[in-house]
């Protein structure tokens, strides 16, 4: 069964930080392109930062988090993460960590209908 699993949410103040993790089993995700997206209540699922396979060409698609968060893998622990530093109560939501392909998506394609594979979420809020 392929299956992505989230951890590392929580709450935390502004400025803080928090490392959020995704680990593959099934499936080898150094085979796929792997991408972070959030969603907050009553608005739709956005992504946010996502890395390629060949070479780890990093897209970013929020503004928001340039500078801030940083998106990495571990294929010898098929795990992807999403380092998140000087946190903001703008960046509460559910975090979901989401694989496939080799590449990611272009700014015209549909980012949540693109990837096949998602995590479960986890939570992160920003306490103001």
């Known amino acids: 069964q392929l299956q992505l699993v989230e951890s590392g949410g929580g709450l935390v103040q502004t400025g803080g930080s928090l490392r959020l993790s995704c680990v593959g089993s099934?499936?080898?995700?150094?085979?796929?392109?792997m991408a972070w997206f959030r969603q907050v209540p009553g608005k739709e699922r956005e992504p946010v930062l996502c890395m390629s396979r060949p070479g780890g060409v990093i897209r970013a698609f929020a503004a928001d988090v340039q500078g801030r968060f940083t998106i990495s893998r571990d294929n010898s622990k098929n795990a992807a993460y999403l380092q998140m530093d000087n946190l903001k109560p703008n960046d509460t939501g559910v975090y979901y960590c989401a694989a496939d392909g080799a590449t990611c998506p272009g700014p015209y394609d549909d980012h949540v209908a693109f990837f096949q594979y998602w995590g479960q979420g986890t939570q992160v809020t920003v306490s103001a």
């Open positions: 099934g499936f080898a995700l150094d085979y796929f392109a």
